[in-house]
């Protein structure tokens, strides 16, 4: 699955995150990206099922957010109520940006293979 690879339909998904609409993305099985507010914050959140994570994902996770401090500038990583490991940024409105966030996201994830716009 992975994210749309129409040019459209990412556009969307895209756009709706940034004027505030409902945005959800599933990406495979238990893995997706949705808007996500902190407080009054808007943000973008890499959600993954507890039924998803890899053995060891959230402490390989953690141990590449700090090693790579500048690299994940503006990522945080924590786990929700549910036990969903969710890796957050702060939206921007500028849409080209996006694109680098959520590629940054998803490599901090370790899940580049479902980055199907910047794999192509």
């Known amino acids: ?3 749309p690879d129409d040019d459209s339909r990412r556009q969307v998904f895209l756009d ?5 609409n409902v945005a959800y993305q599933p990406l495979c099985p238990g ?3 949705c808007r996500l507010n902190a ?3 808007l ?11 890899q053995a060891g994902q959230l402490e390989r996770v953690l141990e590449r957010r700090f090693a790579h401090a500048r690299g994940f500038d503006g990522c945080f990583v924590y786990l929700d109520a549910k036990g969903s490991l969710v890796i ?4 921007t409105p500028n849409v080209h940006a996006l694109d680098d966030i959520i590629s940054r996201m ?3 994830a370790m899940l580049d293979a479902l980055d199907v716009h910047r794999v192509s």
């Open 1 to 3: 699955m992975g994210l």
């Open 16 to 20: 709706n995150l940034v004027s505030g």
């Open 31 to 33: 893995i997706g990206l």
């Open 39 to 41: 407080g009054q914050k």
């Open 43 to 53: 943000g973008l959140a890499l959600q993954i099922a507890p039924e998803a994570l």
């Open 88 to 91: 957050w940024h702060a939206l």
């Open 106 to 108: 998803l490599s901090l």
